[in-house]
């Protein structure tokens, strides 16, 4: 099971090909790699928006979609995605008349195609790697990353309405101040690993303590700071609740989308929930061991399988956010990524090296290095979180006092009657 992948792979290949040309084989496996690439993360696609739907009618005590019927089939709404698809793809596609059509038809285009090249360079498997051997991969995937802001601002510009523009400017705000904090989180990793290749650092995640808890680098005192930084800016990178400035339908009309529809609008969607894959697969492999299994009897199990799970578990908290939290002002998401997360990120640098240098220490400095990380990452996350809120406390409602009611006066005896 666990080199199945790998054998459908290579017998596609063979497939393909019937002579040897070393550029003809490598533009297949490239062709075949696309198409896998594709194909599962579009269905994920598909069936995550399904259950995303469903999980926030739950949350908010309501059914959610299951009306969409197959040959009389609801099967609880699992047809819900391809029905939006259709949907999508024959609605009426409005272009304004002063927009530039060229970078209007290209805006989400880019979109999705960014999006998606992060997905080439994730480990998925100890046989499912497609560039996740590159020497840079790690610098690779933030690079293709850094790209999104680009079709944003497009999508913005192209439009020619004064809201999308404001919009776009406010969503390449947001996504530049939260790319130094994701950045930033990820380098204990590499610090940890001395490697920038993904593999590398899932490899170096291997192993267990006593046989029982994996060696995760979430299960370190930077690991976590680290992977609470990555977290939370990762939810700011996919626009996910609380951090939905950019597409407000309550402040500014739908943000950068306000004049695409049809399938343009699901174009844009669609980049939405790739990067959110992206984002979460990266998070999986830098802090919770990637394709490694959670305890050594498990081991059976295939990484794929194991990957997979982390991946959906991670997805399903960023939902999970977005029906807990609400939306935070401009003013506050700005100072939370400058003010706190990027100086805690810079901190936990420091505390990832010394953790590292550790290891090569005594017995007694090795044991001392626990309460010592612990103590340097707590300390600042407090410090620094009163300081961001000094001021900004729990609101206190005064109430005046209502005026006493006026009694009526007494009747007397020899009161004449009324």
Known sequence: METLPADIFDALLNLLLSGDAHWLRWGATSLVSIAAILSVFGLTFAFLTVTERKLLGRFQNRIGPNRVRVLGIRLFGIFQPFADAVKALTKEDIV?????????????????????????????????????????????????????????????????????????MRALAQLVSYELPLLLAAIPAVIAAGTLTLTGIVEAQGGWLGGILPQWNIFTPWGVAGALIFYIAALAECNRCPFDLPEGESEIIAGYLTEYSGFKYALFFMAEYFGMAALAGLGVTLFLGGWQAPCAFLQFIPSYAWFYLKFVAVILSFMWMRATLLRLRMDQLMRLSWKFLIPLALLNIAIATLWTQATHWGAPWAVARWPLALALVALPFIVLGRKLSAGLGPRAYHFAEEPPTAQPAPLHDDAPPA
């Open 96 to 168: 304004p008349t002063v927009a530039d059509k060229v970078l209007h038809l290209l805006a989400p285009a880019c979109a999705v195609c960014i999006s998606l090249l992060g997905l080439a360079v994730l480990p998925f498997g100890k046989h499912l790697v497609v560039l996740g051997g590159l020497d840079a991969a790690l610098l690779y995937f933030f690079a293709a990353g850094a790209c999104s802001e680009l079709a944003i601002f497009m999508a913005g510009w192209s439009s020619q309405n004064k809201y999308s523009l404001l919009a776009s």
